[in-house]
């Protein structure tokens, strides 16, 4: 699983922002006839982000407790003069895509704080049961011990 990063947008309003090496945006928020790819161009930032972004790749844009678009990204940098950040090397998502197809179209419970994180264990499809590195464990713990008391008593304490 991932944590999924959620931002609440607002209803669209005007604003410059001049992104390094990129064509600058004259609003943010959420447009109604925004294709999918303005609406990540011009709400890429700017955020106030925790250190914890750092590890995350999906965030999910949201406008009245629906979730309107879900993006990939490969990092954050710092806006120009600012202790702010915005997400760099990003795409929105598409049908067909695990995070899309989970979220577009999802209510999602909204907090004072327009930026929140929400783990979510079904992102990369991970099981432990199909996990070959997790079978290997496991066989290995049955091959040395072979009762069932002995394997679920070392499993248990691992």
Avoid at 4 to 20: C, D, H, V
Wanted: aromatic share 14%; net charge positive; with cysteine.
């Amino acid at each position: 699983g991932v944590l999924m990063i959620f931002i609440t947008l607002s209803a669209q309003r005007a604003a410059l922002l001049n992104y390094p090496n990129e064509p600058s945006v004259k609003w943010v928020g959420y447009s109604f006839n925004a294709t999918d790819s303005e609406l990540w161009d011009h709400n890429k930032g700017v955020w106030r982000l925790g250190a914890r972004v750092n590890s995350e790749e999906y965030v999910a844009l949201c406008f009245e407790g629906e979730v309107k678009l879900v993006a990939h990204f490969s990092g954050v940098a710092l806006y120009p003069n600012s202790s702010r950040y915005f997400f760099v090397g990003g795409r929105p998502l598409t049908k067909g895509e695990a995070p899309y197809d989970k979220w577009i179209g999802q209510r999602v419970k909204g907090t004072r704080n327009p930026i929140r994180y929400e783990y979510d264990p079904d992102i990369d499809g991970w099981k432990w049961k199909t996990d070959k590195g997790v079978a290997k464990v496991l066989d290995d713990l049955q091959a040395k011990y072979p009762r069932r008391d002995e394997f679920l008593y070392h499993l248990k304490n691992i």
